[in-house]
Structure formats: structure tokens, C-alpha cells
């Protein structure tokens, strides 16, 4: 389990797995039910996998029966179930099936395939904002070797950023896609093709390009592994969380044009591979908070906590790390001096059962105050 989103006019939760399922699933009776199955087309190992998921703003809503889709992100090629470094990236849509109370997996509709030669650092974190816009963030192509082509730029592919694009279409506040994104190499033969489709690029987009010069679905970039990318409506703030490589986590709060300066910094920390670029696009964000390998180093994301069950949590951002298996609260009131405090010291010293070497996948903050961890063992395809 990955990530969870509550469920339209039902008390119950869709859960996201790795693997390629989507359960909805009852926290009252302890009852799940298969909603999404992409297995057969679904790439599950290593960090690859279906990893982000979003539900149409008027899903639920009966006078809206054509917008009654699930968005998902997923690694994909031919044979999913062969270890291969190479693949596609995947932003699709399904429709739901009144009738079977299911997805319609036969009805895929492709907007974005990607093609990316590492199975590391895909992001995966979206939602849809207050502007009725997707939001989708994007890896670097995993590899060192892979970093000046798929980062600090605006021509190539759609890696190594946050995008924003328009799925209703809406040719008052958008219009049509007008340059395609690139792969940074030929796919194997029969495998298919990098393009995008089936969306449209709002109007006010940072990175506007008529004549096609440049992708213009980025609204940030300079983005390393950003897994967890979520938005707090109360302070209508988004929250990229930064995997680092070798030095930092970071944790940022972006705005429309931002570089978060992946891979020149790290961090606060210059790069000794990579120069700052010059000129540099859009306007330099520096992390709210980062930390180091003495903490952990895999941050995941979850949310700022309003709850009134735990009110000594309120206002503070709750986080994890997937390595150290920590659970922390991130105090951001007074930007100058940001702390943090460990809530959760490791899951392995809670008496309950767990998974062989757990990892906190998810801080997911429920409508009635109580906070869920998804947590994965170290063999992601097992159940």
C-alpha cells in the first residue's frame, strides 16, 4: 500500500498498491473490495510501480456523469513482469463502471507515455487543485548519467519537475498541447512511442511557448525523486517532498515557477558534478527544511495536521522516512527557525505485527483526526 484517498460519498477509502491493484476498502468493518487491477500492464519491481493516484474533483457528483474518473500514474512496458531497467511512465485515466462498481481497466485512455531508461525516481505525487487543474510531479530518469538530459530544462522530456495541466479541456483557461515531449532514446523495436494526449496546457502556465520552442506543462522544475507532492488547502500551499541522493532530504513549498535547483544543490549543499546553470530557469527555491542521513533518507510526505484528536500536532506538517522508518512533525510557523520532532522512533519497536524490514509508504491524515501509516516490506510484490 502506497497512498489513500477517501471515497465519494461513502465512508470508506481507496487504497493505492504498488503492485497495480486499487482497493476501496471499509476502516469500520475491515472489508476490501478490487476496484483497479492493473497487474497485466503495471511494471511492480524495484522503485517502479503504480505509484500515484487522483480522483476527478466531481467524482461522485451525479449531474457529472462523464467526469467520474480515477487518474493513475505507472511504470509500464511489454512484458511487466520481467526485470527490465527500461520503461514508460504512464499518466492514465479510467472510468467507473456504475454497474460493476469497478474501473474500466479495457477503457485506458493514455495522456502521457514517457519513455525513461531507469525504473528509479518517477514521482508520482498529484492532485487536482482549487484551479480544477492536475497536478502531477516528475523524477530525473533515476540514474547520475541520465541528469543532464532530463533535468534543467524545458525541451526534452517530462522529467524532473511538478506539472499542471488541464483534463476537462476547457478552451476558456486552456489550450491544446503544442509541442510533444522527447525520449532521451530510441525504445526498443514494438515497445511504442513517448507522446502526450487527451489534456490541454493552462493559459497561465509559467513557461508559455507558442511557437512550440518549449514543454509548457512544467509549473516548477529542478526536481530530484519526488515521491510525495501534496496540497494544503487551508493555507493553499503545495508541498514537494525531495528524495535526496547521497547528502539531503529536502521538504519544500513551491510556487508557481520555481527551481527547486536539482542537481546543481542538494539541498543546501552545491553539486561537484554540476554547475549552476546560466541563465537559469524560473526563480531559485531554497528548501523550507532538509535533513541528513543522521535522520534518514527516503522523506515521505503527508500532511498538515488539523485534527482535533491529537491537538499538540495541530498546525504541524507530519512526515516520515521510508529507510529509518521514523514518523516526525514538522514545525514551519516561524520560517526562520523550523523544527521538527520524532514522533515515532522506528515502527519496529511498536508491538504489532509488521512486514520483514518495514518502510512508512504514506502519512495519510483521516477526516476525523486519526493518522494512517501505509507501510511496505523489504519485498515490495508480496502482499
Do not use: C
Not at 182 to 211: H, L, R, V
Not at 316 to 323: E, G, Q
Amino acid at each position: 500500500p502506497l497512498r489513500m484517498l477517501a471515497f465519494p460519498n461513502t465512508e470508506d477509502y481507496l487504497v493505492l498498491s504498488k503492485i497495480g491493484e486499487i482497493w476501496q476498502l471499509s476502516l469500520e468493518t475491515q472489508e476490501k473490495r478490487l476496484v483497479l487491477d492493473i497487474k497485466d500492464r503495471s511494471f511492480k519491481l524495484g522503485e517502479a510501480g503504480t505509484v500515484g493516484m487522483a480522483l476527478h474533483p466531481r467524482f461522485g457528483d451525479a449531474n457529472a456523469p462523464d467526469k467520474q474518473l480515477i487518474f493513475v500514474f505507472y511504470r509500464s512496458k511489454p512484458d511487466p513482469d520481467e526485470w527490465d531497467e527500461i520503461g514508460f511512465n504512464r499518466l492514465s485515466k479510467f472510468t467507473w463502471d456504475p454497474e460493476t462498481q469497478t474501473f474500466d481497466t479495457d477503457a485506458e485512455e493514455i495522456l502521457i507515455q514517457q519513455y525513461d531508461r531507469s525504473t528509479w525516481h518517477n514521482g508520482g505525487g498529484m492532485f487536482f487543485g482549487p484551479d480544477g487543474f492536475l497536478y502531477l510531479s516528475l523524477g530525473d530518469e533515476g540514474a547520475d548519467e541520465y541528469q543532464v538530459a532530463s533535468t534543467q530544462q524545458l525541451e526534452g522530456g517530462l522529467f524532473s519537475g511538478l506539472i499542471r495541466i488541464d483534463v476537462d479541456n476547457n478552451p476558456d483557461v486552456s489550450h491544446p498541447i503544442i509541442r510533444q515531449p522527447q525520449a532521451n532514446t530510441t525504445p526498443p523495436d514494438n515497445w511504442g512511442e513517448t507522446y502526450s494526449q487527451g489534456y490541454s496546457i493552462p493559459n497561465d502556465n509559467p513557461w508559455q511557448s507558442p511557437e512550440g520552442e518549449y514543454l509548457e506543462e512544467f509549473y516548477a522544475v529542478g526536481i530530484r525523486s519526488p515521491y510525495s507532492t501534496i496540497y494544503d488547502q487551508t493555507d493553499n500551499q503545495i508541498w514537494v517532498l525531495d528524495v535526496g541522493s547521497d547528502v539531503r532530504e529536502e521538504m519544500n513549498i513551491v510556487k508557481k515557477a520555481d527551481n527547486l535547483q536539482w542537481p546543481y544543490k542538494e539541498g543546501s549543499k552545491d553539486s561537484e558534478t554540476h554547475a549552476k546553470p546560466s541563465p537559469l530557469i524560473g526563480n531559485e527555491r531554497t528548501p523550507l527544511f532538509e535533513y541528513d542521513r543522521s535522520i534518514g533518507s527516503a522523506v515521505i510526505g503527508g500532511g498538515v495536521y488539523r485534527g482535533s484528536k491529537f491537538t499538540s500536532l495541530y498546525g504541524k506538517y507530519l512526515f516520515a522516512d521510508y529507510v529509518s522508518a521514523k514518523l516526525m512533525a514538522l514545525d514551519f510557523e516561524n520560517v526562520n527557525d523550523v523544527q521538527f520532532k520524532t514522533l515515532i522512533p522506528n515502527l519496529t519497536n511498536l508491538s504489532i505485527e509488521l512486514p520483514e524490514k518495514p518502510g512508512i509508504t504514506g502519512v495519510h491524515i483521516l477526516d476525523d483526526g486519526n493518522i494512517l501509516l501505509t507501510v511496505v516490506g523489504e519485498d515490495f510484490t508480496q502482499p
